[in-house]
């Protein structure tokens, strides 16, 4: 049995575990609605859909404000996402990993001290422009209309922003229902 004291007790697991599944719900949603906007005119609002991947980091770190918590809770809702899309599985796992690594590597230039929301809203404008630039050119944007592609960009920064909004208020709640108290 883990130590009170311990940075991964069974209770900071189980908090994470809880935050995966509930994530990972969305995550699986949004997994079935990519294809269906990526084959759209809509394509541009792709940014609004892979933002809401950030939510499992958001809601563990500011629940628990404890290191590794954004990884494992990103791992566990990737998990679950892949219930539901299991091809796409990969990629689930692969962009967990991506937004949790940002997410701890924020925290850690801050040695898991500072928890105010613009730490957690820098993590957001770098995965923002990152999945920006990134699937501007895989999925070959630049061929789309000039008004879309500014769209497309601002979309793609601005959805992580927004869902990491979400995420911040979502895991004030659960400290207010008493989810973090020891």
């Known amino acids: 049995m883990a130590s009170p004291s311990s940075s991964l007790s069974t209770r900071v697991l189980l908090i994470c575990a809880a935050v995966g599944v509930a994530t990972g719900i969305i995550g699986g949603i949004a997994g079935w609605v990519t294809p269906i906007l990526l084959a759209s005119p809509l ?44 091809a796409w599985a990969l ?55 000039l008004w879309a592609q500014i769209a497309y ?7 992580p922003v927004a869902w990491t909004a979400v995420g911040l208020a979502i895991g004030a709640a659960l400290s207010r229902a008493g989810v973090a108290r020891r």
């Open 43 to 86: 394509l541009f609002l792709y940014g609004l859909v892979l933002g809401s991947h950030v939510l499992p980091g958001i809601i563990a770190q500011e629940v628990l404000r404890k290191p590794l918590v954004a990884l494992i809770t990103h791992v566990i809702a990737a998990l679950v996402s892949s219930a539901f899309n299991p």
């Open 153 to 159: 960009l601002a979309v793609s920064v601005l959805g």
């Open 91 to 145: 990629r689930f796992i692969g962009t967990a990993l991506l937004f949790g690594a940002i997410q701890e590597g924020v925290a850690a230039l801050t040695r898991y001290r500072a928890w105010g929301a613009w730490r957690f809203f820098i993590s957001a404008g770098v995965i923002g422009v990152l999945v920006a630039v990134v699937v501007f050119f895989a999925a070959h944007l630049g061929t789309m209309p």
